[in-house]
């Protein structure tokens, strides 16, 4: 450093020689010698001097200049720092005077356009807070007046702003959905508000401020009237029941009643006052036909009997079901014991609508296995056998959830109450076991009754032939019939014992055959497994039995099979067992000895 000053000195020698030579020729050629070059030459030093004191000034002045920023500076910085929360700013060492002036001087700054935009930010959620705070008539958040908030203080007062807007917008919401409550509740009672305070309720929202004292008041006028909608909603209730039932014993018009529900719905004083004062009118017509309304009482008793499954000795004991004089007070037991059954219905009501259920769904099982058992239901269309068969599996589903939930609901009322709860003088168990036994013994009883019809028919078919399908009418009318005869006999003269019109046939059954064919028949038909499932008591007759009872009606001998008759005078005496021999029967059955018989109406068949 030192040899670079002496070189910029040497530098400063050589400028101030160099000056001074030209000056020198200068004063040479011009003439100045002497006391004058002298004079000349103080002046020139004594510039320089001047120039050379003034440079210095100014750098100095520049120097304090410095210094004066940077001690201005720091202060400053340490200020903000403070006041912004943030931690002293130590400037490195090794920078010059200019520099650090320039660093300090850009770090004051940036902290002051912080400390501006804290404080813009203060002032903006201040003013949104101050308002929230007096719509809602809450405290404002505190802030240090006075004093750069620091950015824990501003987050602190963004999240009380936040909290003050949900707050409003729930209060809002909450009073809103009460405005709406009170206003229906209003037009139900056909009200209208008393004071300033509840006409600005179901008003304006922008005139109420959303206060916890505002919202209280609110409240309360919306609990007053909901108490008094609830009170008169229980009062119109017990007064259309009143009514209606009275309505219902005293048999009014259905025009009279559909009118008066039409003019008096809602639960408004006028319509309190309207059913009062239709009830006080049906009360004066109850007294004038106390005879009528009993019966109608009485039956609305047998109703409410069996909607609580009320024991049959229980029914027995209400002697005043049974008295026949009609009076007042015989109605009033009737009412009384209606009143203690409704209450009844209404403690228990889930019990016993889920028996109530129970039964309706065992009933469509019922209707459903009695449909089953109609063959005419595969002639319907419309898939109605796969609704049938859905129906079946709901009903296999759902009916035991059902005796489930009855069985715990019956449980915890037999608990509570000490009791058992019975019906038809059964326990629930027993109950719905004797209607499965009761429905098994019905279904079997059927499947008898079936089985002693088809043995009877089968009986029948043996003695008397078995009965065509076909109506008579189109029986032949040139078609095969459905169920033809196995054996046909045509007999041409009358010396055979039945004679027959041309181009008919007579279809015999087995009674009316010869011995041997009888017995041959008889044997195939008793030896049948169909009719050895029936049992003994339902086997036919045996041929003895058969033969033993001839058909004869006076002097016409029918064929029991199609009540083909002869009234040949010589025939009057003679049974179905002396027609001939088989012989003569099986000759008759030859081509030859038949050309006038046609086959589509007698075909040759075997009868079984």
Not at 496 to 520: D, I, M, V, W, Y
């Amino acid at each position: 450093m030192n040899r670079a000053i002496s070189d910029e000195t040497c530098e400063l020698h050589q400028c101030i020689d160099a000056a001074m030579m030209r000056l020198t020729r200068i004063w040479d050629d011009i003439g100045i010698t002497g006391d004058q070059r002298v004079a000349r030459k103080g002046v020139v030093l004594l510039h320089l001097r001047n120039l050379l004191d003034e440079m210095v000034n100014e750098e100095g002045l520049l120097k304090s200049r410095l210094v004066g920023n940077i001690e201005k500076f720091t202060v400053d910085l340490s200020q903000l720092a403070k006041e912004l929360g943030v931690p002293p700013y130590k400037p490195s060492e090794t920078l010059t005077m200019l520099q650090l002036e320039k660093d300090i001087r850009s770090k004051v700054e940036g902290l002051s356009k912080e400390k501006a935009e804290r404080m813009k930010q203060l002032k903006q959620m201040t003013t949104v807070d101050e308002v929230l705070c007096a719509k809602l008539a809450v405290a404002p958040h505190y802030v240090p007046s006075g004093a750069v908030p620091s950015v824990q203080q501003l987050a602190e007062l963004e999240e009380h702003i936040r909290g003050l807007e949900a707050e409003q917008v729930r209060r809002q919401k909450h009073f809103l959905g009460m405005q709406e409550k009170i206003l229906k509740m209003l037009e139900d009672l056909e009200l209208s508000p008393n004071t300033s305070f509840e006409r600005n309720v179901v008003c304006d929202l922008e005139t109420v401020s959303l206060t916890n004292e505002n919202l209280k008041a609110a409240k309360c006028y919306h609990d007053e009237l909901e108490s008094l909608l609830a009170e008169n909603h229980g009062l119109v209730s017990d007064l259309w029941d009143k009514v209606k039932s009275l309505w219902e014993r005293l048999q009014l018009s259905q025009e009279h009643c559909f009118k008066f529900e039409d003019q008096h719905s809602g639960f408004s004083h006028r319509t309190i006052l309207a059913l009062k004062e239709e009830l006080a009118r049906c009360e004066r017509l109850k007294l004038q036909n106390i005879e009528q309304i009993i019966k109608a009482t009485r039956k609305e008793l047998i109703v409410w009997w069996d909607k609580c499954f009320v024991l049959s000795d229980v029914r027995a004991a209400f002697r005043p079901f049974y008295e026949e004089t009609m009076t007042e007070d015989l109605l009033i037991l009737h009412e009384a014991e209606i009143e203690s059954l409704k209450d009844y219905y209404r403690q228990n009501r889930d019990m016993l609508e889920k028996v109530a259920k129970r039964q309706q769904l065992w009933e469509e099982l019922l209707d459903l296995e009695h449909r089953a058992s109609n063959p005419d239901r595969f002639l319907n269309r419309g898939c109605n056998l796969l609704k049938e068969e859905k129906a079946r599996k709901k009903l296999a589903v759902e009916l035991p959830k059902v005796e489930q939930e009855v069985l715990m609901y019956i449980r915890n009322w037999e608990q509570s109450t000490g009791r058992r709860f019975l019906i038809c003088d059964l326990p629930f168990e027993d109950y719905i076991k004797r209607q499965r036994d009761d429905f098994q013994a019905e279904k079997e009883n059927e499947r008898l009754q079936r089985h002693q019809q088809k043995a009877k028919q089968m009986e029948e078919e043996i003695m008397y032939g078995s009965k065509p399908v076909t109506p008579g009418a189109k029986r032949f009318a040139g078609h095969t019939p459905t169920k033809t005869p196995n054996k046909y006999r045509k007999v041409d003269t009358p010396s055979k014992g039945l004679t027959t019109q041309k181009s008919r046939a007579n279809f015999f059954s087995p009674a009316c055959l010869p011995t041997k064919a009888k017995e041959k028949v008889l044997s195939k038909a008793v030896s049948s497994p169909s009719i050895d499932r029936l049992g003994e008591q339902n086997r036919a007759p045996s041929c003895q039995t058969l033969s033993s009872n001839p058909v004869s009606v006076g002097t016409t001998v029918v064929a029991p099979s199609l009540g083909m008759a002869s009234s040949d005078p010589d025939l009057s005496s003679m049974s179905l067992f002396s027609v001939g021999a088989y012989d003569d029967f099986a000759s008759g059955l030859n081509k030859a000895s038949k050309p006038n018989i046609r086959s589509t109406l007698a075909p040759k068949v075997a009868y079984f």
